[in-house]
């Protein structure tokens, strides 16, 4: 009977948020790749637009858009990595199965706090993005800061992403 509870509660949880998807969109520099010897000075930085959309309601997954000032598009896959991680408690607690003495061991997700991201235009250029998140837990929609590299040599620096 508990078994069956409990499946029916996982199952109306998965239903009720299995649309609560969340997005949000960013902005960087594009720099120029680094000019070889007797090339001319590059030009200013271009601005740079981010968009993402997580994977349901996922904080650790889902998909990062760049689009640069010249109407390339890049898109792909982002991800959080996580761990399990064992938790040691030296005091008595309680939780919903009743209470229990210290020196007793549970399961903890371990955010990363680090985002990471291969890109892919439809010229088969690529790119490659790393944050640092403000709030691991809440995932790109927390906030982070990083930067991308092209696989031209160009880089993004200073890019923000943030939610809505």
Sequence with gaps: ???????????????????????????GALWPAAPGPGAPTPGAPQP????????????????L?????DG??????????????????????????????GDRMAWAMHYSGR??????????????CRFELAYPQEGPAGGGIGRCTLSTGERIEGAVLNGE
């Design 72 to 101: 390339r598009q890049f898109e792909g896959p982002y991800i959080q990595p996580t761990t399990l991680r064992d938790v040691w408690f030296d005091e008595p607690r309680c939780g919903w199965r009743g209470c229990w003495d």
């Design 115 to 128: 985002l990471i991201s291969v890109l892919k235009d439809r010229k088969g250029e690529s790119m490659q």
């Design 1 to 27: 009977m508990f078994r069956r509870s409990l499946a029916a509660v996982a199952a109306a949880t998965a239903l009720l948020m299995g649309g609560c998807e969340s997005t949000g969109y960013g902005q």
């Design 48 to 63: 740079v637009g981010f968009s993402w959309r997580s994977d349901g309601p996922s904080a650790t997954r889902g998909t």
């Design 65 to 69: 858009r760049v689009r640069l000032a």
